[in-house]
């Protein structure tokens, strides 16, 4: 997606933080911008500094499908058409999984992984019929790709929404709209303050959350991660990675598994990978041709 200025975007999480960074950042290059997020005042104190025509507040459940459809036609109606989506909403915290509240851990995974499939259910089926470059960004995390204890809920909602963006990469492959997998380590924001506000507001939920907050005072600079986001967006990268300290241990986790395969693996069996690959080829294409996509 070249061309930003003019255009509209959609940022979930838009309160504080990463999303509030997102929204001053495509604001500078000249983008309408629909900032959502659960708590309506914290959107609504952003979208004070700019004019009502480039910046709107909604309040959004990124978990109420019914509530994304509402603000999607919102949004479009004030702004114009949404050609980018950036799916920023997240919480976490950490616990062990032995103490986890299963109303937390449920919480996490629906705002984390099943927010992001929704907003992507809602507005990807009008980006692909008007056929106009556009653009979805996932704010993963390295917790996606590495998984660390106290932290299930965030380690599991990060690995599906890595799989989700995998999944749509192959489905929009050589299409109009791009897709973006963001992978950060560490951002200097509220992250965890935040995260355990919403979780107690949303479950009532009293488990005892490990103290990382800590970790995000001294994190990278919103703003800086926001710079390297815009620059993937445009040259429609995807893989978007900001921290080059975790290089060591994604390598090391990504040696571990490939020796693992010689160790418990059937050398014997043979996948038919040609057939795999065109079933799959096969039921996108009908997937397609009965959507109307060509």
Same mark, same amino acid.
């Given at each position: ?28 290059? &000249? ?9 309506? &005042? ?22 109420? @499908? ?20 950036? +799916?920023?909403?997240?919480? &976490? ?23 992001? @499939? ?72 509220? @992250?965890?303050?935040? +995260? ?22 001294? $994190? ?20 978007? @990675? ?29 996948? +038919?990978?040609? $057939? ?14 009965? +959507?109307?996509?060509?």
């Amino acid at each position: 997606m070249k061309i930003l200025e003019g255009r509209t975007a959609l940022i979930t999480g838009a309160g504080g933080g990463l999303g509030t960074a997102f929204v001053r950042a495509l604001v500078a290059e &000249g983008m309408n911008v629909a900032a959502t997020d659960l708590d309506l &005042g914290r959107a609504e104190a952003v979208a004070a500094d700019y004019p009502a025509d480039r910046v709107r507040p909604f309040h959004l459940d990124v978990t109420d @499908f019914a509530e994304w459809a509402r603000v999607a036609d919102e949004a479009e109606a004030a702004l114009g058409q949404i050609r980018l989506f950036v +799916s920023n909403a997240g919480i &976490g915290a950490g616990c062990i999984v032995a103490e986890d509240d299963p109303r937390r851990w449920k919480l996490v995974l629906d705002v984390n992984a099943y927010g992001p @499939f929704l907003g992507c259910r809602t507005l990807l089926p009008r980006m692909l019929k008007r056929g106009d470059d556009s653009h979805i960004v996932f704010m993963a995390s390295m917790a996606g790709l590495l998984s660390n204890p106290s932290l299930s809920s965030y380690d599991a909602s990060k690995h599906a929404l890595v799989g989700l963006a995998g999944s749509l990469r192959g489905e929009l492959a050589d299409g109009p709209v791009g897709v973006s997998l963001v992978l950060p380590g560490v951002i200097a924001t509220e @992250f965890t303050k935040l +995260s355990q506000e919403v979780i107690g507001r949303v479950t009532g939920s009293t488990t005892r959350a490990q103290n990382v907050g800590a970790l995000h005072q001294s $994190g990278m600079d919103p703003n800086a991660v926001v710079r390297r986001v815009i620059a993937a967006i445009k040259a429609r990268e995807y893989y978007v @990675f900001t921290h080059a300290d975790w290089r060591d241990r994604l390598q090391a986790a990504h040696d571990e598994r490939i020796a693992a395969i010689g160790d418990s693996a059937d050398p014997d069996w043979i996948d +038919s990978f040609a $057939g795999l690959d065109a079933a799959i080829r096969k039921n996108l294409e009908e997937a397609k041709l009965a +959507s109307g996509q060509s």
